[in-house]
């Protein structure tokens, strides 16, 4: 854990010197003898945050928390299967505007759009899991590997990395669906396809922000006094240079699970997604609305559209609030108690 600089003379309301540094080293104290739960990352976070970091990382959490929750309780919550285009006999008709029946409307296709938007939350999330962390296991254990052993890998890695990290990752990623399942295909084999094509496009992000940290850290004394009493390589690698080389993966991981949101609303879109009779898709959806826009018929891509919307500001905000938190020189200070006005 590291203890944070203390702040400078005056700028604590008038706890100076050995004070100031008594008090920060108290509240370090009292973190590190709290509960095993309160230590959790999201929960230590929660109790470090105040004002504006805090509202950002609340609204953050409870984004993702209906985005995860929606996801698992799909089936309860849709009116009608994904697919649907009747119930009990009774065709839904299409480009129905928000009634009770449909609250919000049904598509060109006649299926309802709640049920879609709804379901739409398992596919984007299954593929989030399995593409950010596929690439994230890979992409850590190559730069791992790559910083440390150095020489004539660690070139030819770096070149791979660089080679993948040139292409445009959209059309990478509709190039390995393509490869993969051919554009289209069934719900899980579209989710994997999907998820394979970004964690190519993710690895190299990974790869190079740990080969990086492990490159730096290797020369620190602590490592070279592991070699020199005979560590094994493979718990220099664990135990220093992977606990000391993650600090920044946090902030990785949920900007890498916003773009795979954005990744796979863009395959759907362009038509290399999933097909509409497996698994519903965001993505797709909004691709058969465009028609609709110029014929004033707004519901078919407004909630879909907003459904991207909040994921990826979810995710984004639980990333970037975790991160400055985890920055001394970002984190906003509690006021202390006793302080001068």
């Known amino acids: 854990m590291t203890i944070p600089n203390p702040a400078p003379p005056g700028a604590d309301g008038g706890l100076q010197g050995d004070e100031s540094v008594a008090v920060q080293a108290g509240a370090v104290a009292a973190t590190a003898h709290a509960p095993w739960y309160l230590r959790l990352p999201i929960v230590s976070h929660l109790r470090r945050s105040v004002g504006l970091q805090r509202g950002m990382l609340i609204a953050g959490l409870v984004l993702v928390a209906g985005l995860l929750l929606t996801a698992l309780l799909a089936p309860l919550i849709a009116p009608y299967p994904f697919a649907a285009t009747s119930a009990d006999g009774t065709a839904f008709g299409t ?114 922000v740990i080969r990086a940290e492990v490159v730096r850290l290797k020369a620190e004394p602590f490592v070279e006094a592991a070699k020199v009493i005979g560590t094994p390589h493979r718990r220099v690698m664990g135990t220093h240079l992977l606990r000391n080389a993650t600090r920044t993966l946090p902030l990785i991981f949920t900007l890498n699970s916003s773009e795979a949101i954005l990744t796979l609303a863009a395959l759907g879109f362009l038509g290399f997604g999933i097909e509409p009779t497996s698994a519903a898709e965001w993505g797709y959806d909004l691709n058969r609305a465009m028609a609709d826009a110029t014929s004033g018929i707004w519901w078919t891509g407004l909630f879909p559209g907003l459904a991207i919307v909040a994921a990826v500001l979810g995710v984004t905000l639980v990333g970037e609030s975790v991160n400055d938190l985890d920055d001394p020189r970002l984190r906003s200070r509690r006021r202390r108690k006793g302080a001068r006005r």
């Open 95 to 208: 480009q129905q505007p928000p009634s009770a029946a449909h609250p919000l409307g049904t598509t060109v296709a006649g299926y309802d759009v709640l049920s879609r938007v709804v379901f739409g939350t398992r596919t984007a999330v299954a593929v989030m899991a399995c593409a950010v962390v596929a690439s994230l296991f890979l992409g850590v254990l190559l730069g791992l590997i790559s910083g440390y052993v150095g020489g004539w890998l660690d070139r030819i890695l770096v070149m791979l990395a660089d080679a993948i990290y040139a292409f445009p990752s959209l059309l990478l990623a509709i190039v390995m669906s393509i490869v993969i399942s051919g554009g289209q295909s069934s719900a899980w084999g579209g989710i994997l396809a999907a998820a394979l094509s970004i964690t190519v496009v993710f690895v190299p992000q990974y790869f190079r």
